[in-house]
């Protein structure tokens, strides 16, 4: 009766891991396509009243046409001029909106170049100066061999506190920054992954 207890409870459980994360990742795409399509909607149904376009193509043309668009103001900030006129633009008018900075902060930390981060790389610290660990980023080093450091809270990374250590409690790690930031959004998911070529974790002296 135990064994069968036990059987019936871990093919539960092994279904319910299987079928889970699928369902919300479904789930999860499924409202990404409905916010987009009605962010998206006034501008399909121009296209299906003035060019009779299927729905799902419309919404496929109007997809590309806001894609492309991008690749426009990123080749254009790239000039000499643009990027000119997107610095005033920003410094005065869209940093006075509320939440800006952190949106745009995060949005560079998830997308953004290695050159862009103010981050210049990632380490395992450990603040208390004993076991435990933090993930971190290295903000700065100085010449007594201290390091700066930024802690982030997850989920969102651009809360945190920042420390000032002795390097023999900083560990630095070669991941990239976008993978570790990735990893503090979803609460510590993956980072299994990310370390797990590092060995164990390093211990203090």
């Not at 539960?12 to 987009?36: D, E, K, M, Q």
Request: with cysteine; proline share 5%; aromatic share 10%.
């Amino acid at each position: 009766m135990d064994k069968l207890k036990s059987f019936l409870k871990t093919s539960l459980l092994g279904g319910v891991v299987v079928i889970l994360p699928i369902a919300i990742l479904v789930s999860v795409t499924l409202w990404l396509f409905n916010l987009i399509s009605g962010l998206i909607e006034p501008l399909t149904r121009f296209l299906i009243k003035d060019s009779q376009l299927n729905e799902y193509i419309a919404e496929f043309v109007v997809i590309s046409l806001i894609l492309a668009t991008c690749f426009f103001v990123g080749v254009l900030v790239r000039t000499r001029l643009g990027g000119f006129l997107y610095r005033i633009i920003e410094s005065r008018i869209l940093k006075l909106a509320p939440g800006y900075s952190m949106i745009k902060e995060t949005v560079i930390q998830v997308f953004g170049s290695k050159s862009e981060s103010p981050f210049s790389s990632v380490a395992l610290a450990q603040i208390f100066c004993n076991e435990t660990q933090v993930t971190c980023f290295i903000t700065d080093k100085h010449e007594n061999g201290m390091y700066t450091l930024f802690v982030p809270t997850g989920p969102n990374p651009t809360s945190g506190l920042i420390y000032h250590l002795d390097e023999k409690y900083v560990h630095p790690i070669d991941i990239p920054v976008q993978d570790a930031m990735r990893s503090i959004i979803s609460c510590g998911a993956g980072t299994a992954k990310l370390l797990r070529k590092y060995g164990p974790a390093t211990r203090p002296d």
